[in-house]
C-alpha cells in the first residue's frame, strides 16, 4: 500500500515509516500537515495515518479536508485521548479507524491490513457496478435488475449525482423537493432518504451505505451512477 505518515514526534514518525516500510508498504513520512502540499502523489495515496495533535493545522481539520477531496482513500486517526466524544469527533470529520495512544506498531500494522482488505474489496465492488437512473422512467436499473423510484426520489438521486463530490446540504435538498408553495419538510426528507437507501442496496452491489448522512450538513451519495434521459 501507499502510506503517508503525518506525526509531530520525529522518533516516532521515523520508527513507524520504517516499520511499515519493512511489511512492504510504500512510506512517505511528514511532520506537519503543512508539509502535505509539498507532496504532488498524495492523490495516488492508499491509506493515511494522522496524529490528531499536530502543530498548525489539527489533525481533525487535515482529515475533514483531506475526505472532502480524496473521498477514497483510507484514513487512520491516532490519538492519546481516549474519550467517546473525541473519539466521535474523529469519526465525523471521516475518518475510517480511531487508533488511541500508545498503539503499538502491531496494532498499527494490523488496523492498516483491514483497511486496505476493506479498499480493496470497496474498489473492486464500485469498478463492477454500473446503476443507471432512467429520468423519463423513474427507475433504477442495475444488469436485469430494476427498481421504481417516485418523482422525489428521482429529483434528489439526480441532484445528488451532479453535485460536486455527490453531496448536498439538507435545506438544498429541501429546496428542490418543495413545489406549489408547499414545504417538504425535514422529516420527509429523512423518510425519502430511507427509502432510497433500501431500493440503492441491490444484492449484487452489497454497500453498507449508498447514502451517507452527514452530521450538520446533509448526505453524500456514496456510489457510482449514471443518469440517463
Known amino acids: 500500500m501507499n502510506i503517508i505518515v503525518v506525526e509531530d514526534h ?18 512517505i513520512g511528514l511532520e506537519s ?6 507532496q504532488k502523489q498524495v492523490g495516488s495515496i492508499d491509506i493515511m495515518l494522522i496524529d490528531v495533535n499536530l502543530p498548525g493545522e489539527s489533525g481533525l481539520t487535515l482529515t475533514q479536508r483531506l475526505r ?6 483510507g484514513i487512520i486517526m491516532i490519538s492519546a485521548n481516549q ?18 495512544k500508545p ?20 474498489s473492486a465492488v464500485i469498478a463492477s457496478t454500473t446503476i443507471s437512473l432512467h429520468l423519463q422512467g423513474m427507475v433504477l ?11 422525489q426520489e428521482t429529483i434528489l438521486l439526480h441532484a445528488l449525482l451532479r453535485a460536486p463530490d455527490q453531496r448536498l446540504e439538507t435545506w438544498q435538498l429541501l429546496d428542490l423537493l418543495s413545489h406549489e408553495h408547499l414545504e417538504y419538510s425535514k422529516a420527509s426528507l429523512e423518510v425519502t432518504i430511507v427509502r432510497l437507501r433500501k431500493k440503492l442496496m441491490f444484492p449484487v452491489i452489497n454497500t453498507e451505505n449508498p447514502i451517507r448522512s452527514i452530521r ?6 456514496c456510489i457510482k451512477m449514471t443518469a440517463l434521459d
Open 83 to 100: 474519550l467517546p466524544s473525541h473519539k466521535m469527533q474523529g469519526y465525523d470529520s471521516g475518518a475510517d479507524l480511531y487508533l488511541t
Open 216 to 221: 450538520n450538513y446533509g448526505y453524500q451519495l
Open 33 to 38: 500537515a503543512e508539509a502535505l502540499p509539498e
Open 68 to 73: 472532502h477531496i480524496y473521498p477514497d482513500i
Open 141 to 151: 436499473k442495475h444488469g436485469n435488475t430494476a427498481v421504481k423510484v417516485s418523482q
Open 103 to 122: 498503539a503499538s506498531l502491531d496494532e498499527i500494522n494490523a488496523a492498516i491490513q483491514a483497511l486496505s482488505r476493506r479498499l480493496k474489496r470497496t
Open 10 to 27: 520525529d522518533i516516532l514518525r521515523e520508527v513507524t515509516v520504517s516499520t511499515l516500510r519493512n511489511k512492504g508498504h510504500q512510506v
